[in-house]
């Protein structure tokens, strides 16, 4: 939670919203010349927020929803607007048109825009990438087209991902002499090593079978399926007690990394902190009852 109290104090003042609301219109242009929008143009990304889902939409079409440095801010807002709400239970990311997401916007990574802009790219990309992680509810990729790139990055970042039989992905930034480094620390975390290596140095793109089949995706389903499918998981989780979740969430990427021992450690004392939550003893209870247990987010009857 650290992490996001931190990306937060970076974003402006939110309004306050309705549960079931659009998300408040983008009201600041940020970073360099360039990088902002004007007010009147289309926004890059739409969020909407329904039964403690919220769906992120990327929403430039036209430019393959490259990841460019102001749809790259757009997504963090989104993202971080109240997230730390209970009425937030899961985020959704999708994407408008044939492609999920192009990469990076090459035109952005020319030698013309300077070091320094191409440093705050990267940067804010990965702040994206570990906001994802990082963030308290789980966070789910809904792919239908090819992602590659920095948008391979996006679907290997989040909790889970689902596509349809339609969608491909690659790292193929070796083509055009720009190796894909960001994109491989998700990738080679998502997927053996040998495959995220023959994805890097090739550039070649994969199925959306085979990105199943080396754990880059969660599920893949024909494509009139995928919305009802995904929509149907993220409905799921947000019926579920967010204190719960959050807590096991960040528990599971914590003991990742860690030996054996130290992962046990950690957590069994996370299942000692879950039993003094609230909803940990109204579940059991409830469990002992036979009964469907009322979470703490939910009116008593």
């Known amino acids: 939670m650290a992490a996001v109290r931190a990306l937060v104090s970076k974003g402006p003042c939110w309004l306050r919203r309705g549960p079931s ?65 209970n009425d937030l239970k899961v985020i959704v990311i999708s994407a408008e048109g044939p492609v999920f997401s192009s ?32 963030h308290p509810v789980p966070i789910i990729a809904m792919v239908n087209g090819l992602a590659t790139a920095a948008g391979c990055q996006l679907v290997a970042s989040c909790d889970i991902a ?16 720009l190796f894909c480094s960001t994109p491989a620390v998700a990738l080679g975390r998502a997927v053996p090593r040998k495959v995220a290596l023959e994805m890097l140095f090739t550039g070649e793109p994969i199925s959306a079978q085979d990105a199943l089949l080396h754990g880059l995706l969660s599920k893949v389903v024909p494509e009139p399926q995928l919305q009802e499918e995904t929509m149907r998981i993220a409905a799921k989780i947000a019926s579920l007690s967010r204190p719960v979740v959050s807590l096991g969430k960040a528990t599971f990427h914590k ?41 703490s987010h939910e009116p008593r009857r």
Not at 111 to 119: I, K, L, P, V
């Open 103 to 134: 990469g990076h916007d090459l035109k952005e990574l020319t030698s013309e825009q300077g070091r320094d802009y191409h440093a705050e790219v990267f940067q804010t990309c990965s702040e994206v990438m570990m906001l994802i992680r990082n």
């Open 21 to 85: 609301a659009p998300l408040p219109a983008r009201f600041c242009s940020r970073g360099p010349a360039g990088a902002g929008r004007p007010e009147s143009e289309a926004p890059l990304t739409r969020a909407r927020q329904r039964d403690g889902i919220r769906n992120i939409v990327l929403s430039n079409p036209k430019k393959r929803n490259a990841l460019s440095l102001a749809m790259l801010k757009s997504l963090q807002n989104d993202i971080l607007h109240e997230a730390e709400s």
């Open 162 to 177: 689902v596509a349809s039989d339609k969608a491909s992905f690659a790292t193929p930034g070796v083509n055009v002499g």
């Open 255 to 295: 003991q990742l990394p860690q030996d054996l021992q130290t992962a046990y450690r950690l957590t069994s004392q996370a299942m000692v902190d879950n039993l003094a939550l609230r909803d940990g003893q109204e579940g059991i209870t409830a469990f002992l009852q036979k009964r469907r247990p009322v979470w």
